[in-house]
């Protein structure tokens, strides 16, 4: 065992037999108990393999000689064009046995140099230099009554491996167990200025005192600290299982447990550094992930000539490890108040992601109507619910705020200094735990008809509505103030003059603070109603004409209604002898009733009976010209174009063309939003011992938006006002252009059979601005420096070739080496600068950003025929 | 095995001597069944029979009016090969029991339909109910006949679906004659494979520098879209875009204390699921990406510039690594009831 899986331990040995046990018990018992299995209509894990089975690990069985059939020396294509493989060679397989048994053992190991922990390479893939399982796949079937079995397995290293077992008898029933690991990997040079990555709790170094850290002090840690790696892994254990009751009715259901276990970078505001050098503090922290989630599903189906039915459950139970991450600051806050102390608040919190349970029940009816037709309703209603603990709205200890007076104690003499103990307590809650719930509802109408072969009709109406349960409201009973803590406290340690104050209001001691006092509940509903046609003008030619209405009912939003009616015309040509053409254009229209930029009035202090306007007026929200973009008046055409050709018997050619052009109704905001992509690939099949195939691609996006800077914290929303100036107007356009190309060919050189693969992308993005004057700046120009117009550009290029050569060893072995050598390079602006440092100022960030890197993966595998 | 061998033999002779021999003729010198009449039909009729296909008929050819069913034995007298390769799949695996168990079963014309006329006349086309391109069959056929038996679960809603509008047949996808892929009997290697033949485009933007895990085989398009039908746009599996996420991101369902609208609503308003030249599937650079929406008073509406970089004079937060969310951690929700701002 330990030759097969290196590297693993013989305690992870126990732990991972264990789990595969488990497994395949459940699939045992299962079978007795009606467990079921996942299909292409049905939840994910529609396929399990590593990247040594699609790719790397392939290629030594070679296709069989005799072709595909005798009749024809040529492959035949699919309806729509085209072709079909040659099938591989098979095992014979004796019938007089009982049990016919085939199997494959492919292991081996494979040599990883270079950049060979490089995180951009290895983010799903993690190659190690070591013994590999590339394949065993051991089957057994009973011709006799159809019943097979077959246990399949690959094993990169112990993140990157799956054990699939299955049995059953065709026509009958299917039981399948697996067990997978998958690694991402996220960093390779995460530096960390805490202890206790991995776990809840991070603790500043030896060297680092909290909240008392100078900059210095700190970046001299994050130098002195070595890279680490960030990756999360995921191991999914599951059993599927279906079984014909009847020749009409069929039961399935699927059980599977996935658990995250790693860590990812994640942040830790102690307010802004931008504003105020030396003081604040951004923390980009590292979050520790460990949580696992139950998906249940499961149901019954009928399937008659007249009639069809299915009743089906899905539920899903996410469980986090953890109900909160608490982390340390190393930075001192002061505050802009004069003659004042900040205290010293250096604590930080996060309450991670909730545990929640959701079901779902969904039932469905379909009758056959006359004139080829068929009508189907469907009902469903779910519910997704948490009731985690709530954590307190602060952690410090002591104080928080602004010591004005120098006692050091909240008093009434010193009201911008608040104990931390009216805060740093679930008492301090207006309910424990979250309560919360969402409630979904669908109905669903379908009809076709056929009145004649040329023609077919169809109409569908839907009605999907999500409802929120119950809603937050921040109000704390300990002091009778509304709203909440901000940052940690660390605001209200700085900038209590903020208008959202220290984060929470008091009718008395700061009534014109405007801050959060509730949760939103985005309560939603959606009726789609569509009409279609499908017309087959005539044996070569085929148009549909699909027209779709669409209501969007939000609560909550800038919009209450938003109509999208769209059209869309199909057209399927097939007049050419080998050619096969399909295009449709899709025009969208979608515009909604009147467009409220402040729709969350109700959330906010500001509709408290004891809210006082300020002197110089309620902030406003935001500047009334915006509009957000998945609500904005929207004008969308989408074409799409695919051909295939056939230019020679043995050869296919398939074009694409896509184009979606998105115009937004926005004066500020998203503008426009343009995709265009288009493929060529060349597929080429003269004998079952030579193929080869090729592409091009080529994909552009491009984004504008316009913004504006605001002048000051003024009442006046309007575009062009006091508070939102011209002058601070601005424009960005992105731009990401990505060209691809690739080519495959294989071979049998007599019994050597040589593969390869090139693949090739480069990747660049341009962002652009303009501005009406520096005032819409972050930072003014300072006379030396200008802002210029446009980011560094935004690189990516992966340069990838493999090359692989199988030959047979005797009857039953084959041997397979193959190389694959890559080079990529990366620059992304937002990491400029961090190779030298990771900390600035009161900025502390843990990940590098992705490095480009240089990496050969050598590998042998044998082949064992079983 | 001598069976194998035999058959062999008669499918070398077949094709040499067919011109002098008729098929009919030859044909009733094979046994009834490929693997029926020895002693394993015995131990299969003691057990259960195979539900799945009980029902299995002689597929129905509106294009062979007449034409009689003529039996396994008579189509392998000249499609040895393609039935050699056929015996390693599941259908065969299941028609064969079937058909031993119940004679009455057919195992080739069950999808190809009865083939008497076919076998007179084989160059014909629509005489039997093929596949392929340029072989007679109407589209609508094919899949009318692999419906008959597969009708419902994943294929409820095929009938007006996109790919069955898009004239595609079940054999653009599928190729039951042999085992090409693991499961599915998909007629490329792989699910990813099979769906890149027409979208292309779409398993070209899995190579940007985000994207999941399709590539490395981790997952499947099949694994978010049902290609069968489905009544949610975009052929998902289930009924809105953040049910899909959900599926493997439970963690983002919530409900949150505080709910980030736009991610509420759905996922893909900010993220790009089949590949991105920005972090995480981001749809735009951050802090562009969040400034198409914020243009509250106070910082979230500055224009940056690369004056703002790590290696530029004014270092600034909120462009800086993962920008605004470096403070706006959150950003998918937050549980903490001093988290409306997702700081915490």
């Given at each position: 065992m330990s030759t097969v899986f290196p590297g693993v331990s013989s305690q992870q040995h126990a732990s991972l037999r264990s789990r595969v046990w488990i497994a395949l018990a459940g699939a045992t018992l299962g079978c007795w108990s009606m467990w079921s299995f996942a299909e292409t209509g049905l939840g994910v894990d529609s396929g399990r393999s590593t990247a040594l089975t699609p790719l790397l690990g392939i290629a030594d069985e070679g296709l069989d000689p005799r072709g595909s059939s005798w009749l024809r020396p040529t492959a035949r294509r699919s309806p729509s064009g085209n072709l079909y493989q040659c099938p591989a060679r098979s095992a014979e397989t004796p019938d007089s046995a009982d049990w016919n048994f085939s199997g494959v053992l492919r292991v081996g190991g494979v040599v990883n140099s270079g950049d060979e922990d490089n995180a951009l390479r290895q983010r799903y893939v993690h190659w190690d230099s070591g013994l590999i399982l590339g394949l065993l796949d051991i089957s057994v079937v009973r011709p006799a009554d159809g019943s097979y079995a077959q246990f399949r397995a690959s094993r990169i290293n112990e993140d990157d491996q799956y054990y699939q077992a299955v049995f059953g008898r065709a026509g009958a029933y299917k039981v399948q167990a697996f067990l997978r690991e998958s690694p991402n990997i996220l960093s390779d040079n995460a530096k960390s200025i805490w202890n206790g990555v991995g776990s809840n709790r991070l603790t500043l170094i030896d060297g680092l005192a909290p909240g008392a850290s100078s900059p210095a002090q700190v970046a001299a840690a994050s130098a002195a600290a070595s890279n680490r790696m960030l990756s999360i892994r995921r191991e999914k254990q599951g059993v599927e299982f279906n079984a014909y009751l009847s020749p009409q009715w069929t039961v399935f259901a699927n059980v599977s447990d996935e658990q995250r276990r790693g860590e990812r970078v994640f942040g830790g505001p102690f307010y802004f550094n931008y504003s105020a050098s030396a003081d604040g503090g951004v923390l980009e922290t590292i979050k520790p992930v460990a949580d696992s989630t139950i998906n249940l599903k499961g149901g019954l189906r009928y399937a008659g000539n007249t009639w069809r039915a299915e009743f089906r459950y899905a539920g899903s139970f996410y469980r986090d490890r953890y109900t909160r991450f608490d982390y340390e600051s190393p930075f001192s806050l002061y505050p802009f108040l004069p003659n004042a102390a900040s205290a010293p608040v250096f604590q930080g919190q996060f309450a991670m992601e909730p545990d929640n349970n959701y079901h779902n029940l969904q039932a469905s009816v379909t009758r056959r109507l006359p004139a080829n037709g068929e009508l189907s309703l469907t009902?469903?209603?779910?519910?997704?619910?948490?009731?985690?603990?709530?954590?307190?709205?602060?952690?410090?200890?002591?104080?928080?705020?602004?010591?004005?007076?120098?006692?050091?104690?909240?008093?009434?003499?010193?009201?911008?200094?608040?104990?931390?103990?009216?805060?740093?307590?679930?008492?301090?809650?207006?309910?424990?735990?979250?309560?919360?719930?969402?409630?979904?509802?669908?109905?669903?109408?379908?009809?076709?008809?056929?009145?004649?072969?040329?023609?077919?009709?169809?109409?569908?109406?839907?009605?999907?509505?999500?409802?929120?349960?119950?809603?937050?409201?921040?109000?704390?009973?300990?002091?009778?103030?509304?709203?909440?803590?901000?940052?940690?406290?660390?605001?209200?340690?700085?900038?209590?003059?903020?208008?959202?104050?220290?984060?929470?209001?008091?009718?008395?001691?700061?009534?014109?603070?405007?801050?959060?006092?509730?949760?939103?509940?985005?309560?939603?509903?959606?009726?789609?109603?569509?009409?279609?046609?499908?017309?087959?003008?005539?044996?070569?030619?085929?148009?549909?004409?699909?027209?779709?209405?669409?209501?969007?009912?939000?609560?909550?939003?800038?919009?209450?209604?938003?109509?999208?009616?769209?059209?869309?015309?199909?057209?399927?040509?097939?007049?050419?002898?080998?050619?096969?053409?399909?295009?449709?254009?899709?025009?969208?229209?979608?515009?909604?009733?009147?467009?409220?930029?402040?729709?969350?009035?109700?959330?906010?202090?500001?509709?408290?009976?004891?809210?006082?306007?300020?002197?110089?007026?309620?902030?406003?929200?935001?500047?009334?010209?915006?509009?957000?973009?998945?609500?904005?008046?929207?004008?969308?055409?989408?074409?799409?174009?695919?051909?295939?050709?056939?230019?020679?018997?043995?050869?296919?050619?398939?074009?694409?063309?896509?184009?979606?052009?998105?115009?937004?109704?926005?004066?500020?905001?998203?503008?426009?939003?343009?995709?265009?992509?288009?493929?060529?690939?060349?597929?080429?099949?003269?004998?079952?011992?030579?193929?080869?195939?090729?592409?091009?691609?080529?994909?552009?996006?491009?984004?504008?938006?316009?913004?504006?800077?605001?002048?000051?914290?003024?009442?006046?929303?309007?575009?062009?006002?006091?508070?939102?100036?011209?002058?601070?107007?601005?424009?960005?356009?992105?731009?990401?252009?990505?060209?691809?190309?690739?080519?495959?060919?294989?071979?049998?050189?007599?019994?050597?059979?040589?593969?390869?693969?090139?693949?090739?992308?480069?990747?660049?993005?341009?962002?652009?601005?303009?501005?009406?004057?520096?005032?819409?700046?972050?930072?003014?120009?300072?006379?030396?420096?200008?802002?210029?117009?446009?980011?560094?550009?935004?690189?990516?290029?992966?340069?990838?070739?493999?090359?692989?050569?199988?030959?047979?060893?005797?009857?039953?072995?084959?041997?397979?080496?193959?190389?694959?050598?890559?080079?990529?390079?990366?620059?992304?602006?937002?990491?400029?600068?961090?190779?030298?440092?990771?900390?600035?100022?009161?900025?502390?960030?843990?990940?590098?950003?992705?490095?480009?890197?240089?990496?050969?993966?050598?590998?042998?595998?044998?082949?064992?025929?079983? | 095995m001598l069976r194998l061998v035999a058959w062999s033999a008669l499918g070398l002779f077949c094709q040499s001597s067919l011109a002098q021999q008729g098929k009919q003729d030859f044909a009733a010198q094979l046994p009834a069944s490929s693997l029926s009449g020895d002693d394993m039909q015995h131990s299969a009729e003691r057990l259960l029979p195979a539900p799945g296909f009980a029902n299995a008929s002689v597929a129905d050819n509106p294009q062979a009016v007449g034409a009689k069913p003529v039996g396994e034995s008579t189509c392998i007298a000249c499609h040895q090969l393609e039935a050699d390769h056929f015996s390693h799949t599941l259908h065969a695996l299941g028609l064969h029991a079937a058909s031993k168990a119940d004679p009455a079963i057919p195992v080739c014309e069950a999808c190809h339909g009865p083939g008497s006329l076919h076998a007179k006349t084989p160059t014909t086309p629509g005489l039997i109910i093929a596949y392929t391109q340029h072989a007679g069959t109407p589209i609508s056929t094919q899949t009318k006949t692999c419906l008959a038996c597969h009708a419902g679960g994943a294929r409820e809603q095929w009938v007006g679906s996109v790919h069955q509008r898009n004239d595609l047949s079940c054999s653009d996808c599928h190729n039951p004659m042999a085992n090409f892929s693991g499961q599915g009997l998909l007629a490329k290697n792989t699910i990813n494979d099979t769906c890149a033949q027409c979208h292309a485009d779409v398993r070209l933007q899995f190579g940007k520098q985000s994207h999941m895990p399709l590539p490395e085989g981790q997952i499947s398009c099949t694994d978010c879209h049902n290609p069968h039908g489905s009544a949610n746009k975009t052929l998902l599996k289930t009924a809105s875009v953040n049910e899909t996420c959900y599926e493997c991101h439970a963690e983002k369902r919530g409900p949150f204390l505080f709910e980030h609208a736009p991610v509420r609503e759905n996922c893909l308003t900010c993220h790009s699921p089949h590949g991105s030249n920005q972090h995480a599937l981001l749809v735009a650079p951050v802090p562009l990406l969040c400034q198409q929406c914020h243009t509250a008073q106070g910082h979230p509406n500055d224009l940056q510039s690369p004056l703002s970089l790590g290696n530029g004079p004014h270092p600034d937060e909120r462009i800086m690594g993962r920008g605004c969310l470096t403070c706006h951690a959150q950003i998918h929700g937050s549980n903490a009831p001093s988290g409306p701002k997702f700081h915490e």
């Open positions: 009902a469903g209603a779910g519910r997704m619910s948490q009731n985690d603990t709530l954590i307190a709205p602060v952690n410090c200890q002591g104080v928080f705020g602004v010591d004005a007076n120098g006692s050091g104690q909240p008093e009434p003499d010193n009201p911008l200094l608040y104990s931390c103990a009216n805060w740093n307590t679930p008492d301090s809650l207006s309910r424990r735990t979250a309560d919360l719930r969402i409630d979904t509802s669908l109905i669903r109408a379908h009809v076709v008809l056929r009145p004649v072969d040329a023609l077919s009709l169809r109409g569908d109406l839907s009605f999907n509505r999500e409802d929120y349960r119950s809603t937050y409201l921040a109000l704390n009973p300990l002091t009778g103030q509304y709203g909440y803590v901000t940052e940690n406290g660390s605001q209200g340690s700085i900038n209590p003059a903020a208008p959202s104050g220290a984060g929470f209001w008091d009718a008395n001691l700061n009534p014109s603070v405007v801050t959060r006092i509730r949760s939103i509940p985005i309560d939603k509903q959606t009726t789609d109603l569509s009409l279609g046609g499908e017309w087959h003008v005539s044996k070569a030619n085929a148009l549909d004409l699909d027209m779709d209405f669409q209501r969007y009912e939000p609560t909550h939003r800038e919009r209450s209604q938003l109509d999208d009616l769209r059209s869309k015309l199909t057209w399927i040509n097939r007049s050419l002898d080998g050619l096969t053409l399909r295009s449709s254009y899709s025009h969208s229209s979608r515009s909604g009733d009147a467009y409220d930029y402040d729709p969350y009035v109700f959330a906010y202090s500001t509709s408290l009976p004891g809210y006082v306007v300020p002197p110089d007026g309620t902030p406003a929200y935001t500047v009334d010209a915006m509009r957000v973009y998945d609500l904005a008046d929207r004008i969308q055409n989408k074409y799409t174009f695919t051909a295939t050709v056939a230019p020679r018997h043995d050869m296919t050619v398939n074009a694409t063309v896509r184009a979606e052009r998105n115009g937004y109704a926005a004066v500020l905001g998203r503008q426009h939003s343009d995709t265009t992509g288009a493929t060529l690939q060349w597929e080429w099949q003269p004998s079952p011992s030579t193929s080869a195939s090729a592409y091009l691609g080529y994909d552009t996006s491009e984004l504008v938006l316009a913004n504006i800077g605001d002048q000051d914290a003024g009442s006046d929303p309007s575009l062009g006002g006091a508070a939102y100036p011209d002058d601070g107007r601005w424009w960005a356009r992105d731009e990401q252009r990505t060209r691809s190309a690739g080519a495959s060919f294989f071979h049998d050189f007599g019994k050597l059979r040589f593969d390869t693969h090139w693949n090739y992308l480069r990747a660049r993005g341009t962002t652009r601005y303009q501005f009406v004057t520096a005032s819409a700046l972050a930072y003014f120009p300072d006379g030396t420096r200008v802002p210029g117009n446009e980011f560094p550009p935004l690189k990516y290029a992966v340069n990838s070739l493999s090359v692989g050569v199988s030959m047979p060893l005797g009857s039953r072995f084959a041997l397979r080496i193959f190389d694959n050598v890559e080079r990529g390079r990366v620059s992304d602006w937002h990491y400029l600068g961090f190779d030298a440092n990771r900390v600035y100022d009161h900025r502390v960030y843990a990940d590098g950003g992705p490095q480009s890197y240089n990496a050969n993966l050598l590998g042998m595998l044998l082949s064992i025929a079983l | -």
